[in-house]
């Protein structure tokens, strides 16, 4: 059974940080881009930031770009987003999902149509 989970949310002061682990078992990212996304209460689901297959290429959403650092790693199957000076407005409950990228493999982007979701960590910032 394909498994996404992740790990890594709580609560910390605006200005804090925090790292989010994704783990994949069941199957391997070597194929797979992998995305993180996030919904606040009340809105809708955003995509926040990927990272290609290969090379390692990454996109972030404005909101997130020079605070939030996408990253994986292969050989343990996990991905990671590092989030540091974080805001009130960054609060929500983050997935990461991974969508199969075998023709396009230095290629992605937040908002793809993901084929495996994680069941998401809550990240609450506040003082």
């Known amino acids: 059974q394909a498994l996404l989970v992740e790990s890594g949310g709580g609560s910390v002061q605006p200005g804090g940080s925090l790292t989010l682990s994704c783990a994949a078992s069941?199957?391997?990212?070597?194929?797979?881009?992998i995305g993180w996304l996030r919904q606040a209460p009340g809105k809708e689901r955003e995509g926040i930031s990927c990272?290609?297959?290969?090379?390692?290429?990454?996109r972030y959403t404005d909101s997130v770009k020079g605070r939030f650092t996408i990253s994986r790693d292969n050989a343990k199957n996990m991905a990671f987003l590092q989030m540091n000076n974080l805001k009130p407005e960054d609060t929500a409950i983050y997935y990461c999902?991974?969508?199969?990228?075998?023709?396009?493999?230095?290629?992605?982007?937040?908002?793809?149509?993901?084929?495996?979701w994680g069941q998401g960590t809550q990240v609450t910032v506040s003082s």
């Open positions: 990272i290609s297959r290969k090379d390692g290429i990454t």
């Open positions: 999902a991974a969508v199969l990228a075998a023709t396009a493999p230095y290629y992605c982007t937040p908002v793809d149509n993901f084929d495996y």
């Open positions: 069941g199957f391997s990212l070597d194929y797979y881009a």
